[in-house]
Each structure stands twice: as structure tokens, then as C-alpha cells.
């Protein structure tokens, strides 16, 4: 079992910045992968990052660029530092696990409960 715990979301301008944080519980966490998704209201959730815990990592080609994961293997905890924020950025971002080696297939597997994040215009 794998317990996930977001935290990190809240209101921001565009053009700003947000550091979301996912502490990471389970054994033998370093097995799993670990991603980031988001949803907004009537959409499917939409892939966001996936890292493995070696620091290899794969982003959404839609948000390569302004968006970052990373780990702090000490702490069990993923990343997702967000830059240049914008309207079309709302959404309840989730963090989610999963035992896949190659991160173009993650889909996630277990989750956490989600942090909103608001980008105002």
C-alpha cells in the first residue's frame, strides 16, 4: 500500500510560480515510479510528469519547459515546481505512484487526495 499526501496548491497570478510537494509512504517506495497529474471539472485527468527515484524523468510535451520534477530521496517526497503559470493551468493536481519502469506508460496507480491549484488572470 502506498499512502500519498499532496500539499503545496492555492491561489497565484499568472505569471507566477507554485511549488507542489507529494510526501511518499509505503515499503519499498524506490520500486515505484512517481507522477503528477491534473484534472479540471468535466475533463479527463491529463498526465502532467512521471520520475523515477534515480531522477530520470518524462513530461507532457505541453508543459516541457515550464514545469519541473524532482525528488528528495531523504524525504520521500516528489516535486512539481511550476513557472509562468497561466489561467488554463486551474486544476486539482494529483500525485500519484505506480510500479512502471518506463514513464511514457504511467498511468498512475495509487493516489493522493489532490491540491487545488487557481491561476488568476
Known amino acids: 500500500q502506498v499512502q500519498l499526501v499532496e500539499s503545496g496548491g492555492g491561489l497565484v497570478q499568472a505569471g507566477g510560480s507554485l511549488r507542489l510537494s507529494c510526501a511518499a509512504s509505503?515499503?519499498?517506495?524506490?520500486?515505484?515510479?512517481m507522477g503528477w497529474f491534473r484534472q479540471t471539472p468535466g475533463k479527463e485527468r491529463e498526465f502532467v510528469a512521471a520520475?523515477?527515484?534515480?531522477?530520470?524523468?518524462y513530461y507532457a510535451d505541453s508543459l516541457k519547459g515550464r514545469f519541473t520534477i524532482s525528488t528528495d530521496n531523504a524525504k520521500n517526497t516528489v516535486y512539481l515546481q511550476m513557472n509562468s503559470l497561466k489561467p488554463e493551468d486551474t486544476a486539482v493536481y494529483y500525485c500519484?505512484?505506480?510500479?512502471?519502469?518506463?514513464?511514457?506508460?504511467?498511468?498512475?496507480?495509487?493516489w493522493g487526495q489532490g491540491t487545488h491549484v487557481t491561476v488568476s488572470s
Open positions: 520520475i523515477r527515484w534515480s531522477g530520470y524523468n
Open positions: 500519484a505512484a505506480e510500479v512502471q519502469w518506463n514513464l511514457e506508460r504511467f498511468r498512475g496507480r495509487y
Open positions: 509505503a515499503r519499498s517506495i524506490s520500486s515505484y515510479s
